[in-house]
């Protein structure tokens, strides 16, 4: 990404993308009586409104430093340190192609650029009709079952590359079949 | 005589993440042991038991909780649960199949330090992970483990998991720290160690999954049992990881001490290579603590070991010592990966010089910038287009790099200069061979495929080479 400087008195409206809604700043308070200060739910108040709005914009940000009473710069500052974190609106689906050595041993290249191919977009883009958005990261902690990688939640190891057009046509294949805690999720919209 | 699994006695059963099943099997019953001691009694039977830290650095986790201020009103317990380091899943697989032996250990560590508040740091792609740990807490919460006076012993203990968010250094336990807070995770300039001056400002104590997940069975089984398993002066079982292309990658647990070559050819291992291949390098403990040969190399007709010389180093055995007799860091996490003999070694440097210039958090300059240099020299190395001087550049650099130099904060360029030198000065006759390889044009190609503009630009070769690949260059060079 190419630097660019945000001056937030005036930056302009649309720029600001969505904010949180009532019931996430709700939830986030919720994290509160965890922690001696306040500012510790920094995090968890990100996983949230990445959540909810897909990404974290300025607009969440600027709401997450009025709740944790910090200045807007320290959530800036978390969110572009973490490689989770989005500064920008991603794919409904994000892959996380493991690149350390265990998965590039088993032939973890060959899938990337398989997925390259068939996605028609590189790392760190998104496909035009938004529903997959590609990335790499270091080690998962599935080296076991290399090569692995990520479909949002669900973990796909052993991954070959005939297995991949399996994995993209299957419309669950972001899903995990166990019983899942919605603490780090933003709150249902009803 | 095969070893009874006791860290990984229940993967494998059934339902082995519910609390009926972990206590149909013995589980709590540390806990109530450890309850019918006086907190200082438990943390001296840990001392007694010389239990070495799990995470990488092997230090003693009782000593490490006698640093704690005796003075003190409130203490944290911070779970090190960021397993991070490529190619460690051991940590993985005790919260994935055995997450109450994980919250059973907490207990107890939270008992005898006297902690009233325990984080769970757990790394942010850790997904399916959280769920299973979240539901076997909450399930916990409810049978009355957690909470106020459990199990009416009068010690209050309250666990919160949080979610990382995908950063190596996060591991470090400063850097843990201060991500808990709400802050970057850079780490910290100790001392203040975290014993006297950790999360909030308080006392923490930080410890690693399987640390901890040592602790109910020192408590059930005794001090006797445990001292009875591993080597001289590392005690206790381990769960030993082992990837890459072997027949059976996985995580095997021994008592301390089985060679690599144990781990890589043992039936109840990894089950020799695939396609019958040879090794020609791996790395016993982590990427992290270094490279150690293969067997594409001749045994030492002596049986010395002399990591200088070019010899078969398969039989370097894996506790908290014998590595650092092979140049290397030590035990690390104690999960191999192995690199067969059909592999580039410059895709292999590559890799993990990528690594480290990823993962460093940029507070250091020379670690920021090293591990970033070395990794674009890698990478011209990579391209076609290395010189044999870099290999001695590399040499160089990493000797100016880390904590042991006392150049930087934490330990992350410690753990790039020992696998970054160990493989420039263990491979170094292959890389040379690549080097001689090369066309004598391919430092131009090789930039031209890089950065076409390079040549249709006016400028002097060694100017485009300083773009592509290096810092070579003189100062006065590059304006
Ligand atoms: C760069 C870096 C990364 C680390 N990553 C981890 C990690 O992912 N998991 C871990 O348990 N320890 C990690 N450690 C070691 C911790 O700093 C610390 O030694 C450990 O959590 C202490 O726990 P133990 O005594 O139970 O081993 C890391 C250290 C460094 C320098
Ligand atoms: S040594 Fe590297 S990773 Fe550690 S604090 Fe310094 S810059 Fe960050
Ligand atoms: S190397 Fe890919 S998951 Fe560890």
Redesign the interface.
């Given at each position: 990404m190419s630097w660019e400087t945000i001056d937030r008195t005036t930056v302009a409206e649309e720029k600001l993308g969505p904010g949180l809604s009532a019931a996430a700043r709700e939830k986030i308070r919720t994290f509160f009586p965890r922690y001696p200060s306040k500012r510790a739910a920094m995090l968890p108040a990100l996983h949230i409104a990445q959540d909810e709005i897909g990404y974290c914009s300025l607009r969440a940000m600027r709401d997450i430093a009025e709740l944790l009473e910090v200045p807007p710069s320290a959530v800036m500052d978390v969110v572009t340190f973490y490689t989770q974190f989005w500064t920008h609106p991603r794919g409904k689906k994000v892959i996380t192609v493991c690149r350390s050595l265990s998965c590039e041993l088993m032939g973890g290249k060959e899938v990337l650029a398989a997925l390259k191919e068939k996605l028609g977009i590189d790392e760190h883009q998104t496909t035009p009709d938004g529903k997959y958005s590609l990335v790499t990261e270091e080690c998962l902690a599935s080296c076991d079952h290399g090569p692995c990688m990520q479909i949002n939640e669900k973990t796909h190891k052993c991954v070959r590359v005939e297995d991949l057009d399996r994995i993209l046509s299957d419309p669950d294949n972001d899903k995990i079949s166990m019983p899942r805690s919605d603490i780090f999720d933003a709150p249902q919209k009803t | 005589m095969p070893y009874e699994r006791v860290l990984m006695q229940n993967v494998g059963v059934p339902n082995s993440t519910s609390l009926q099943v972990y206590k149909a099997a013995g589980g709590y019953q540390g806990l109530v042991k450890a309850f019918g001691m006086k907190p200082g009694e438990v943390v001296d039977l840990v001392r007694q038991s010389n239990l070495r830290g799990r995470g990488g650095a092997g230090f003693p986790a009782g000593v490490k909780w006698g640093f704690l201020p005796i003075d003190r009103e409130i203490t944290y317990l911070c779970v090190n649960a960021d397993?991070?380091?490529?190619?460690?899943?051991c940590?993985?697989i005790t919260i994935e199949h055995d997450p109450h032996m994980l919250l059973e250990g907490i207990l107890i560590a939270g008992y005898a330090t006297g902690s009233t508040v325990a984080y769970i740091y757990m790394?942010?792609?850790?997904?399916?992970q959280?769920?299973?740990l979240?539901?076997a807490l909450?399930e916990a919460y409810q049978a009355g483990y957690f909470g106020k006076n459990i199990l009416g012993s009068g010690y209050d203990l309250?666990c919160?998991?949080?979610?990382?968010?995908?950063?190596?250094v996060c591991g470090e336990e400063t850097g843990l720290i201060e991500?808990?807070?709400?802050?970057?995770?850079?780490p910290r300039i100790k001392p203040p160690f975290p014993a006297i001056e950790g999360a909030?400002h308080k006392p923490t104590v930080v410890n690693n999954v399987e640390t901890l997940a040592c602790l109910p069975h020192i408590l059930t089984r005794g001090l006797d049992w445990w001292l009875s398993l591993g080597t001289e002066a590392s005690k206790g079982p381990k769960m030993y990881?082992?990837?890459?292309?072997v027949n059976r990658?996985?995580?095997y647990e021994a008592p301390l001490g089985i060679t690599v070559r144990e781990l890589i050819y043992g039936d109840d291992f990894g089950g020799g290579m695939r396609d019958g291949k040879k090794v020609k390098g791996v790395?016993p403990g982590g990427?992290s603590v270094g490279v150690l040969r293969g067997d594409i190399f001749p045994k030492p007709p002596d049986g010395q070991v002399d990591p200088a010389k070019g010899y078969d180093e398969l039989d370097c055995i894996l506790d908290f010592d014998d590595p650092r007799h092979y140049g290397l860091l030590g035990l690390g996490t104690a999960?191999a990966?192995?690199?067969?003999e059909d592999?580039d070694i410059r895709?292999?440097l590559l890799?993990?010089t990528?690594?480290y210039s990823?993962?460093s958090?940029g507070q250091c300059t020379q670690c920021r910038e090293g591990t970033n240099w070395i990794y674009r020299i890698a990478r011209r190395i990579q391209s076609g287009a290395g010189r044999s001087y870099d290999l001695d550049l590399i040499a160089e650099l990493t000797e100016n790099m880390g904590m042991m130099p006392g150049l930087s904060i934490c330990g992350l360029p410690d753990g790039a200069v020992y696998p970054i030198r160990t493989l420039v000065q263990k491979f170094r006759a292959e890389f040379e061979r690549h080097i001689a390889a090369q066309t004598p044009d391919a430092v131009a190609k090789t930039i031209k495929a890089i950065n076409p503009a390079a040549y249709e630009l006016p400028i002097q070769e060694g100017r485009a080479l300083a773009h592509v690949g290096g810092s070579m260059q003189e100062i006065g060079d590059r304006l």
């Open positions: - | 397993e991070s380091e490529p190619p460690t899943f940590n993985r790394r942010g792609e850790f997904m399916e959280f769920h299973v979240q539901k909450d309250e919160y998991i949080h979610r990382g968010a995908g950063a190596y991500s808990l807070e709400g802050k970057r995770g850079q909030f990881c082992i990837s890459g292309p990658p996985g995580c790395f990427l999960a990966v192995v690199i067969p592999v895709d292999v890799n993990v990528r690594f990823h993962e958090c």
